[in-house]
T-cell receptor, first 113, second 115 residues
Framework: TQLLEQSPQFLSIQEGENLTVYCNSS?????LQWYRQEPGEGPVLLVT?????EVKKLKRLTFQFGDARKDSSLHITAAQPGDTGLYLC?????????????FGQGTILTVHP | NAGVTQTPKFQVLKTGQSMTLQCAQD?????MSWYRQDPGMGLRLIHY???????DQGEVPNGYNVSRSTTEDFPLRLLSAAPSQTSVYFC??????????????FGPGTRLTVT
């Protein structure tokens, strides 16, 4: 069974601060996805990283996939109240997993004005 | 496109009752999944399907049944509801291609309370 450990579980910061969320595993994933979820809604895909060492930027969000494809991070620069939400990482084990994703426990981010 | 739709949005059941959570997608995706979301536990896979007529168990399948008679529909049946099944349930669809990595398209969720 593949596990994804996500940290921290909670983050409460002031507007303008930077933050990093980590997603770690002892297993290798063929890809790592990051989702954002707002209260009362389903998660929405932010980005997928596929190649070890890959870095992707989405405005103020920077996503990195570890060289060994076992970990990933999400860095937000100058956080805004609109970034508030639940952030989830999810790994695809590849091979015959046929899209059976493993999700981390999630990070609840609150950005105060 | 409506994407992934789920009904009902909210449901309260008594222990022992049965019910079906409906899920439909109009994107012609071959893969569909059911997850439950509980505080501090992320999303846990209940059942999934790789195509019409093909289903398999996920991480927490006990107490739930699924079937997939069409590409579009993937209902989740609770056989005899228990308080431990109080949760938010999400249906998701995805597809495979050279450029995709089974990214999930989620429905809006069903909040189920079992008393």
């Amino acid at each position: 069974t593949q596990l994804l450990e996500q940290s921290p579980q909670f983050l409460s910061i002031q507007e303008g601060e930077n933050l990093t969320v980590y997603c770690n595993s002892s297993s290798v994933f063929s890809s790592l996805q990051w989702y954002r979820q707002e209260p009362g809604e389903g998660p929405v895909l932010l980005v997928t990283v596929v190649t070890g060492g890959e870095v992707k930027k989405l405005k103020r969000l920077t996503f990195q996939f570890g060289d060994a494809r076992k970990d990933s991070s999400l860095h937000i620069t100058a956080a805004q109240p609109g970034d508030t939400g639940l952030y989830l990482c999810a790994g695809d084990g590849g091979g015959t997993s046929y899209g059976k994703l493993t999700f981390g426990q999630g990070t609840i981010l609150t950005v105060h004005p | 496109n409506a994407g992934v739709t789920q009904t009902p949005k909210f449901q309260v059941l008594k222990t022992g009752q049965s019910m079906t959570l409906q899920c439909a997608q109009d994107m012609n995706h071959e893969y569909m999944s059911w997850y439950r979301q509980d505080p501090g536990m992320g999303l846990r896979l209940i059942h999934y399907s790789v195509g019409a007529g093909i289903t398999d168990q996920g991480e927490v399948p006990n107490g739930y049944n699924v079937s997939r008679s069409t590409t579009e529909d993937f209902p989740l049946r609770l056989l005899s509801a228990a308080p431990s099944q109080t949760s938010v349930y999400f249906c998701a669809s995805s597809y495979s291609s050279v450029t995709s990595s089974y990214e999930q398209y989620f429905g809006p969720g069903t909040r189920l309370t079992v008393t």
